[in-house]
């Protein structure tokens, strides 16, 4: 996913309550895989706010071609379901905030993100509505001196109105649909 702005400069904005009611639930379900010592499987959300129904979608972290057919899963539930929004969950690598600039550079010289010593590992939330994006990406951090348990510290969200990548524009257009504005 990338942003139209950076993950810094976005407003910190948590979504509407609706939303935090369902999403919640999940990132403390996400917090305590970790703390368990488990990784997170990363999965998509497809969720109707008028019916309650939540169909969960397994990513496939494999090729690019893994991550396309999961996007259409996606789609596809998001269609059937005639979903309101899409909260997805997973773990990655990110630099460190004062690496951002220099990333092109790092990309050249490691070859990925990952295999550069300024990787942080993270628990990129994104949550897709009509209205736009809210992004979280709090580190992954140890918990006490657990070498195998991690945790996940506070969330803080940043709306976007106009993101980019495999998993944006995961929701069907609806006839009627306005662009993007924030919510409170």
Not at 15 to 21: E, R
Not at 40 to 53: D, G, H, N, R, Y
Not at 59 to 88: H, M, N, W, Y
Not at 139 to 156: D, F, H, L, M, Y
Request: net charge positive; hydrophobic share 40%; charged share 25%.
């Amino acid at each position: 996913m990338t942003a139209k702005n950076t993950l810094i400069e976005a407003p910190i904005s948590t979504p509407p309550k609706a939303y935090m009611d369902i999403i919640s639930p999940l990132i403390d379900k996400a917090r305590g895989f970790l703390e368990a010592g488990q990784k997170l499987q990363p999965f998509a959300f497809v969720c109707s706010l008028s019916t309650k129904q939540i169909i969960p979608v397994m990513i496939q972290p494999g090729s690019g071609e893994d991550k396309d057919q999961s996007a259409r899963e996606i789609q596809s539930a998001a269609l059937v379901l005639d979903a309101d929004f899409v909260f997805t969950i997973m773990e990655a690598w990110s630099l460190r905030p004062d690496k951002v600039p220099q990333m092109g550079r790092i990309l050249d010289k490691y070859g990925s993100i990952a295999a550069s010593p300024y990787a942080v590992d993270v628990c990129p939330l994104m949550l897709e509505t009509r209205r736009g994006v809210w992004v979280a990406q709090p580190q992954i951090k140890p918990k006490g001196i657990s070498k195998k348990k991690r945790t996940i510290g506070a969330v803080e969200f940043r709306f976007y109105t106009e993101v980019e990548g495999r998993f944006a524009h995961l929701l069907p257009a609806k006839e009627g649909d306005e662009p993007p504005t924030i919510l409170h």
